[in-house]
Nanobody
Framework: QLQLVESGGGSVQAGGSLKLTCAVS????????MYWHRQAPGKARELVSS???????YYTDSVKGRFTISQDNAKNTLSLQMNNLKPGDTAVYFC???????????????WGQGTQVTVSS
């Protein structure tokens, strides 16, 4: 079982920056990746960025070149550095962690409660 808590959200003007942090706690047999999702009012939840256990990263097209995902294993945190923010980035951002409770078990994604990011024009 894992617990995830996001922080770092806030309100900024277009062109500004924010850094989101996800603190991960608990224990699990194995992990299979970590994610940042976001959901804007009236829109579907979407994957923003992910990082695999081997360090491979993914970014949705709309944030490429502006956002950077990273892990700090010593602190057990996941971060999302967001630069040159745009009004379209306004959403609740959620961190997630994929894990298995035992060998051979199906993977389950644990999610945090989310943190609000608001970008004004």
């Amino acid at each position: 079982q894992l617990q995830l808590v996001e922080s770092g959200g806030g309100s900024v003007q277009a062109g500004g920056s924010l850094k989101l942090t996800c603190a991960v706690s608990g224990d699990i047999f194995s992990r299979c990746g970590m994610y940042w999702h976001r959901q804007a009012p009236g829109k579907a939840r979407e994957l923003v960025s992910s990082i695999n256990s081997d360090g491979t990263t993914y970014y949705t097209d709309s944030v490429k070149g502006r956002f950077t995902i990273s892990q700090d294993n010593a602190k057990n945190t996941l971060s999302l550095q967001m630069n040159n923010l745009k009004p379209g980035d306004t959403a609740v951002y959620f961190c997630g962690a994929c894990g298995r409770i035992r060998f051979g078990a199906s993977a389950f994604i644990y999610w945090g409660q989310g943190t609000q990011v608001t970008v004004s024009s």
